[in-house]
Protein backbone atom coordinates (compact mmCIF):
# COMPACT_ATOMS: atom_id res chain seq x y z
CA UNK A 1 0.00 0.00 0.00
CA UNK A 2 1.49 3.73 -1.11
CA UNK A 3 0.93 5.60 1.75
CA UNK A 4 2.35 9.15 3.49
CA UNK A 5 1.94 9.37 7.20
CA UNK A 6 2.77 12.40 9.51
CA UNK A 7 3.46 12.30 12.71
CA UNK A 8 4.84 14.72 15.63
CA UNK A 9 2.00 16.98 16.00
CA UNK A 10 0.74 17.65 19.62
CA UNK A 11 -0.31 20.92 21.72
CA UNK A 12 2.34 23.63 22.31
CA UNK A 13 2.58 26.90 23.92
CA UNK A 14 3.64 29.57 22.07
CA UNK A 15 7.14 29.87 21.67
CA UNK A 16 7.70 26.37 21.74
CA UNK A 17 8.82 23.82 19.00
CA UNK A 18 7.35 20.51 17.51
CA UNK A 19 8.74 18.77 14.71
CA UNK A 20 7.00 16.73 11.97
CA UNK A 21 7.99 14.01 10.34
CA UNK A 22 6.57 12.55 7.37
CA UNK A 23 7.29 8.42 6.79
CA UNK A 24 6.71 6.84 3.08
CA UNK A 25 5.37 3.45 3.03
CA UNK A 26 5.20 1.26 -0.49
CA UNK A 27 7.47 3.83 -2.64
CA UNK A 28 10.55 5.55 -1.92
CA UNK A 29 10.54 9.61 -1.45
CA UNK A 30 13.77 9.69 -3.11
CA UNK A 31 11.83 10.48 -6.73
CA UNK A 32 9.56 13.26 -5.28
CA UNK A 33 9.48 16.82 -4.32
CA UNK A 34 7.69 17.04 -0.98
CA UNK A 35 5.05 19.58 0.64
CA UNK A 36 4.03 20.84 3.88
CA UNK A 37 0.45 22.14 4.10
CA UNK A 38 -1.92 22.87 6.72
CA UNK A 39 -5.49 24.01 7.06
CA UNK A 40 -7.11 25.51 10.01
CA UNK A 41 -10.47 25.09 11.34
CA UNK A 42 -12.78 27.45 8.97
CA UNK A 43 -9.94 28.32 6.32
CA UNK A 44 -8.80 26.98 3.29
CA UNK A 45 -5.90 24.87 2.59
CA UNK A 46 -2.31 26.61 2.16
CA UNK A 47 1.18 25.51 2.00
CA UNK A 48 3.55 25.71 3.91
CA UNK A 49 7.01 24.52 2.72
CA UNK A 50 8.27 22.27 -0.01
CA UNK A 51 11.43 20.79 -0.68
CA UNK A 52 12.84 19.63 -3.90
CA UNK A 53 13.72 16.35 -5.15
CA UNK A 54 16.98 16.83 -5.88
CA UNK A 55 20.17 18.80 -3.40
CA UNK A 56 17.41 19.99 -0.65
CA UNK A 57 16.09 23.34 -2.18
CA UNK A 58 13.69 24.44 -0.59
CA UNK A 59 10.94 26.93 -0.16
CA UNK A 60 7.82 28.28 2.70
CA UNK A 61 5.68 30.86 2.58
CA UNK A 62 6.19 34.19 4.15
CA UNK A 63 4.54 33.56 7.86
CA UNK A 64 6.67 30.73 8.87
CA UNK A 65 10.46 32.23 7.20
CA UNK A 66 13.08 31.96 9.77
CA UNK A 67 10.65 29.66 12.42
CA UNK A 68 10.55 26.61 10.44
CA UNK A 69 12.98 24.75 8.60
CA UNK A 70 12.01 21.46 6.04
CA UNK A 71 14.64 19.05 5.58
CA UNK A 72 14.50 14.87 3.98
CA UNK A 73 16.71 11.74 5.08
CA UNK A 74 16.12 9.55 1.82
CA UNK A 75 17.72 6.80 3.87
CA UNK A 76 14.86 6.91 5.99
CA UNK A 77 12.23 7.98 3.47
CA UNK A 78 11.25 10.38 5.65
CA UNK A 79 10.63 14.36 5.24
CA UNK A 80 11.00 16.41 8.72
CA UNK A 81 9.47 20.08 9.60
CA UNK A 82 10.99 21.53 12.01
CA UNK A 83 8.54 24.36 13.39
CA UNK A 84 10.29 26.64 16.27
CA UNK A 85 9.10 29.45 17.88
CA UNK A 86 4.95 28.34 17.29
CA UNK A 87 2.15 31.07 17.48
CA UNK A 88 -1.26 30.39 17.83
CA UNK A 89 -1.95 30.78 14.29
CA UNK A 90 0.16 27.98 13.43
CA UNK A 91 -2.49 26.03 14.63
CA UNK A 92 -4.52 23.44 11.78
CA UNK A 93 -3.57 19.92 11.03
CA UNK A 94 -0.91 19.66 8.68
CA UNK A 95 -0.38 17.03 6.02
CA UNK A 96 2.58 16.25 4.18
CA UNK A 97 2.01 15.71 0.16
CA UNK A 98 4.67 14.18 -2.51
CA UNK A 99 4.42 15.27 -6.46
CA UNK A 100 6.90 13.65 -9.05
CA UNK A 101 8.86 17.00 -10.63
CA UNK A 102 9.42 16.49 -14.60
CA UNK A 103 12.39 16.17 -15.58
CA UNK A 104 14.88 19.56 -15.58
CA UNK A 105 13.15 20.60 -11.94
CA UNK A 106 14.39 18.27 -10.02
CA UNK A 107 16.38 21.08 -8.16
CA UNK A 108 13.35 23.32 -7.32
CA UNK A 109 9.42 22.78 -5.73
CA UNK A 110 6.77 24.83 -5.38
CA UNK A 111 3.56 24.57 -3.80
CA UNK A 112 1.44 25.31 -6.40
CA UNK A 113 1.50 22.62 -8.74
CA UNK A 114 -1.24 19.66 -8.10
CA UNK A 115 0.85 17.40 -5.45
CA UNK A 116 -0.70 13.31 -5.98
CA UNK A 117 -0.21 11.75 -3.03
CA UNK A 118 -1.37 13.01 0.76
CA UNK A 119 -0.50 11.97 3.98
CA UNK A 120 -3.86 11.52 6.49
CA UNK A 121 -2.62 14.77 8.90
CA UNK A 122 -1.31 15.40 12.25
CA UNK A 123 -3.02 17.86 14.36
CA UNK A 124 -0.79 21.18 15.73
CA UNK A 125 -2.17 23.15 18.16
CA UNK A 126 -0.37 26.21 19.89
CA UNK A 127 -1.97 27.71 22.83
CA UNK A 128 -1.31 28.60 26.49
Known amino acids: QLQLVESGGGLVQPGGSLRLSCAAS????????IGWFRQAPGKEREGVSCISRSDGISDYTDSVKGRFTISRDNTKNTVYLQMNSLKPEDTGVYYCAAVRPRYGQFRQCTLSVEYTRWGQGTQVTVSS
Open 26 to 33: GFTLDYYA
